[in-house]
């Protein structure tokens, strides 16, 4: 029988990969950082009616009275080293050679296997190591050109990506660890009140931030509200379907599946954008395939 946590990896895989479809979309009518804003504005909402259902309609353990400073602590630092890392993959789509760097930030499995070890003292099997470290060499397949690798070393784009990595995957860590300090196993709301804080305490900063940078970028957002709330709710379903899991299994194991999204990526550029697939991209998917079966057979 395939355990729950799988089953609500790949659903936020999926939902992730079409929140980006359509936030490419975004990025050729405003800033990159307004396009990135749209899932955490219009992702808001869909969380706070997600959350106030569990709460109101099931048989909870979980009571408000349970937050804590710890967890307020966890949910802020983990928010802004969400948008510290977003901001890094924002920085590196300044350079042609953005898709090396962005492969390197997918080193965040590993990444978070080892920060979830230091903060969490949560181990992974040697067996699950190797297939976390094949995934990443399969992703690594997948995105490199000898000549932008050679390129990225040069304008720091690598050292932007693995750092990018390091922020997504302590994020992720934190998040965790903000649910369990909720005293409650119902991980079901307290990783549906996490993600409510976190992506609260998101929303504000980055509001600020763009009232202060730029105002306008208020008018190009809600001008293009359709394509943002289809942002938002899937977002939204991403995020929601990747805290629960991120909640009742370990960190890396779950990013480490979550890179699934990257084949269903390649298959609607093929299918839906007529786009070709390049033999090292086949070659990187069946690297991936090859680590996600040793992940989910061998953890």
Known sequence: MIETWIIITIVAAFSQNIRSTYQKKLKS?????????????????????????????????????????NFIKLCFIGGISQILATFLLIKMFSYNNFSVA???SKTEPIQAALIGFIILSESISLLGLIGIIIGIIGI?????????????????TILYGLFSGSLFGLS?????????????????????????????????ILSIYILYRDKQQFNLLFSNSSDAFVVGFFGALASICWFYAMSIQNVAYVRALGQIELIFSLL?????????????????????????IIILLFR
Do not use: C, W
């Open 29 to 69: 009518k405003m800033s990159n950082i307004s396009s990135t804003y749209t899932r955490f504005l219009f992702g808001l909402p869909f969380v706070l009616i997600y959350f106030l259902f569990l709460y109101n309609f099931t048989n909870s353990t979980f009571l408000i009275e349970n937050i804590n400073i």
């Open 102 to 104: 962005t492969s390197y």
């Open 140 to 156: 690594v397949i997948t995105s490199i050109n000898v000549v932008e690798l050679k390129y990225s070393f040069k304008n720091y």
């Open 172 to 204: 992720a860590v934190l998040f965790r660890s903000a649910s369990h300090s909720l005293y409650s196993q119902d991980y079901l709301l307290t990783s549906s009140f996490t993600l409510l804080v976190a992506i609260t305490i998101q929303t504000l």
């Open 268 to 292: 609607i550029s093929y299918s839906y954008f007529k786009e070709k697939i390049s033999l090292n991209q086949i070659i990187g998917i069946f690297v991936i395939f090859i680590s996600l």
